[in-house]
Structure formats: C-alpha cells, structure tokens
C-alpha cells in the first residue's frame, strides 16, 4: 500500500491491532488510540475501541453541541464530504494517550 493510501485510511493496520487488545475498556481513563478531526470544522473524534463486524468504533467527540461518549459508523464518517473530498481526516502524527491527556494536551473538557 502506498504511503498516500496509508495517510488515507481512518484507522491502520497497527491501530486496528491495538484497539483490538484495548477490547471494551470499561474504564474511567480509557485510551484514545486513533484522533479523527475535521479540518473545516470543531469535530474531533478520539477512538477507544473497534468493531470490526458493524463498521462501527466508540470514542469521546467534542466540537458538537455537547462533548461526549458515543459510538459512530465508519461507513458515515467516510461519507462525509466537502466538494468531493473527504471531510474527516485522521491524525496521522497521534501518539497514544490516556483520555485525561488528550484533555490536556487538546485543551477540552
């Protein structure tokens, strides 16, 4: 796969891997392992786990009405678009972090 295509995907190989040893993370402080943001908008989306089988991930988003927990489809975060072109970008350059440092270093609440 080219590096381009690679830059493209939502979630990588590697993440993949991690979200699937993180499973469920019932916990207070989960780990955020991939960061969607919206470059003409205030969406973020910082994922915490996978389902492969729904085409779904559940995470933290903050940039809507209400910062909070929720599950959301791959398949619609792909389709949203702005004149053709993918509306939703991965950060290609996140580390992982504790929720509580993504606040931090992110600055939300």
Do not use: H
Request: hydrophobic letters at 35%.
């Amino acid at each position: 796969m080219k590096n381009e295509d690679n830059e493209r995907l939502l979630i990588t190989k590697e993440q993949e891997k991690m979200l699937a040893k993180l499973g469920e993370q019932d916990v207070s402080d989960p780990t955020v392992v991939v960061r969607w943001f919206d470059p003409y908008g205030s969406y973020t989306y910082y994922v915490t786990a996978y389902y492969p089988k729904e085409g779904n991930v559940f995470g933290y988003v903050t940039g809507l009405a209400d910062n909070e927990f929720g599950y959301t489809s791959i398949a619609e975060v792909k389709a949203l678009q702005f004149m053709g072109i993918p509306r939703i970008e991965r950060d290609i350059n996140f580390t992982p972090y504790k929720l509580s440092e993504c606040r931090k270093i992110y600055g939300f609440n």
